[in-house]
């Protein structure tokens, strides 16, 4: 076999991993949350189309104040787990995957991904505000950056070997495998730039770990949305609005989130303790705003058929913003683009559903500015805005609104640059 087909079997074998990564993630996901929100507070947020229960709902009765207590639980077990074992697995874990690939020649040590997953299902099951694609893009970077050292190859091909795993594990967790190659290629730099040699290898490993992921948890987008398709010209002055209300949500998300991260750096207690008052701080808001707890893709699926009120989207996207700065800006494990899909959906929701009440001759469906307003709002706080954009349409299945899309992130890119999560 010649090198450029060892090259296409590492990449596979990458795929197989991470994929096997997302279901191990998922599964244990699904089981914290029937033990903690499920049986301990009785607390069942609605799910995605895309997602069923993996164990019989309990019958246990709302206790509203167990959740203020909750996500501290989660907090100072994975505070603990993560600064006794591999404190570099702190925070969102993407950005430890950047540093790895630009600073430390693509090298991972074999223990982190481990211990991000677990801290991360800890944080997340208990209440905790965060994403999916944090964990699961370091088991899969972990796991490249791995068997390149084993095999004793490049420092070029660890580093690519490293980002073909972040795309194999964010693509196969969202459901998303062109957009997770893009994803990792794009995510590198703070500009809107590619690694043009990470596409093929990342694609390459996002469709295993994409069919792998399917074939356990069934085919299909991760949300249910009618056909959204854009019509009219004069929507684009809504959608103007929108972007500055994305921009303006984004700022204080990054300002929010960094905010604490570096209020909890200067404060002189054990590091482990943190992550406890991050998220006793989370569990006071989600015991006044529950819907700002955990994942919230459900919500965001509500806010796609345009079932929720206005002041309910407001209340889920602003608190989301503080939720997800305190449980992981406070050293708490998880990934920041998840939230960012609900606040920029509930965003979006709540302007689509204010003009609709205006105009609605010309916003006919508010429910198309969930789908846009979830791609620019993550395009503004993160500074990707070419792979987003496919990210929310292959989540959503709204391949219609590419145009509004495409206006909405590249202006509220341009806007945002200066600030990047």
């Given at each position: 076999m010649g090198m450029e087909g060892k090259r296409i079997f590492y990449y596979v074998l990458i795929g197989i991993i991470a994929g096997l990564g997302s279901i191990l993630f998922h599964s244990m996901c699904q089981i914290g949350f029937h033990f903690l929100l499920d049986q301990m507070a009785g607390y069942r947020p609605?799910?995605?189309?895309?997602?069923?229960?993996?164990?019989?709902?309990?019958?246990t009765p709302f206790r509203r104040w167990v959740l203020l207590f909750l996500p501290a639980l989660g907090g100072i077990i994975s505070g603990w787990l993560v600064y006794t074992f591999a404190p570099e697995a702190e925070g969102h874990g993407t950005d430890a995957a950047i540093d790895s690939?630009?600073?430390k020649q693509g090298f991972i040590r074999g223990r982190i991904p481990f211990i991000k997953t677990i801290a991360s299902a800890l944080t997340i099951t208990s209440g905790g505000s965060g994403g999916r694609e944090g964990p699961i893009a370091q088991i899969g970077a972990g796991f490249g950056s791995y068997l390149a050292t084993r095999l004793k190859l490049s420092n070029r091909d660890r580093r690519i070997m490293l980002a073909a795993g972040v795309g194999a594990g964010v693509g196969s967790i969202f459901r998303a495998p062109l957009a997770g190659a893009l994803f990792a290629a794009e995510v590198l730099y703070r500009e809107p730039e590619f690694e043009t040699e990470v596409i093929i290898p990342a694609g390459i490993s996002s469709v295993v770990a994409y069919c792998l992921f399917c074939l356990v948890f069934g085919w299909g987008s991760l949300f249910d949305s009618r056909d959204f398709i854009f019509e009219n010209p004069l929507e684009l002055g809504p959608y103007t609005v929108l972007i500055f209300v994305l921009v303006g949500a984004?700022?204080?998300?990054?300002k929010s989130f960094y905010g604490i991260h570096h209020i909890a750096k200067r404060i002189k207690i054990p590091n482990h303790i943190k992550p406890a008052i991050g998220g006793l701080c989370t569990g006071?808001?989600?015991?006044f705003l529950p819907q700002?707890?955990?994942?919230?893709?459900g919500y965001a699926q509500m806010a796609l058929a345009n079932k929720l009120p206005t002041l309910f989207l407001l209340g889920l996207a602003?608190?989301?913003?503080?939720?997800?700065s305190f449980s992981i800006g406070s050293?708490?494990?998880?990934?920041v683009f998840g939230p960012s899909i609900v606040i920029g959906g509930a965003l979006g929701g709540a302007v689509g559903r204010m003009f609709?009440?205006?105009?609605?001759?010309?916003?006919?469906?508010?429910?198309?500015?969930?789908?846009?307003?979830?791609?620019?709002?993550?395009?503004a706080a993160s500074n990707t805005p070419i792979s987003t954009i496919i990210f929310v349409c292959e989540m959503t299945n709204s391949y219609h609104l590419l145009l509004p899309s495409l206006f909405v992130c590249s202006l509220a890119f341009l806007l945002a640059r200066r600030w990047t999560i």
């Open positions: 609605p799910r995605p189309a895309g997602e069923s229960h993996l164990l019989a709902l309990t019958d690939y630009h600073n984004a700022v204080l998300y990054v006071i808001i989600g015991f700002t707890l955990s994942f919230g893709y602003f608190g989301k913003i503080l939720t997800t050293g708490g494990s998880g990934g609709h009440a205006i105009i609605p001759g010309i916003v006919t469906e508010p429910g198309a500015f969930v789908v846009v307003g979830m791609a620019g709002f993550f395009a």
